[in-house]
């Protein structure tokens, strides 16, 4: 049974970092997409940051390109999130998934249904 399992989230002053991991079972990383989401409270989810297990393509949401970067594990089959210049508006929920490698990007509806984890809040003062 596909098991994600995020941590790494916590209460930091803007421009502070974190680094989110997101340990994997039931899936092998490096065969499929892997993606960050977030949802903030009175917000729809957004999707944040991906990277293709098999091609190493990364993707960005335009709000913490530049801030965020993904990577991956394949040993470990780990997924991070490394955060940095946070700010308040990066206050949220965040979560991993495992998606298809073909349709890799920041949709939802590219990544399976039974794959996401229970996410980790991030919670950035001012």
């Known amino acids: 049974q596909a098991q994600l399992a995020e941590s790494g989230g916590g209460s930091v002053q803007a421009g502070g970092s974190l680094r989110l991991s997101c340990a994997v079972s039931g899936y092998n990383v490096v065969s499929n997409c892997m993606g960050w989401f977030r949802r903030a409270p009175g917000k729809e989810r957004e999707g944040v940051a991906a990277?293709?297990?098999?091609?190493?393509?990364?993707y960005y949401a335009d709000s913490i390109k530049g801030r965020f970067t993904i990577s991956q594990d394949n040993a470990k089959n780990i997924v991070y999130l490394q955060m940095n210049s946070l700010t308040p508006e990066d206050t949220a929920m965040y979560y991993c998934?495992?998606?298809?490698?073909?349709?890799?990007?920041?949709?939802?509806?590219?990544?399976?249904?039974?794959?996401w984890g229970r996410g980790t809040q991030v919670t950035v003062s001012s």
């Open positions: 990277i293709n297990g098999r091609t190493g393509a990364t």
């Open positions: 998934a495992a998606g298809l490698p073909t349709r890799c990007g920041l949709g939802a509806s590219s990544y399976y249904a039974n794959s």
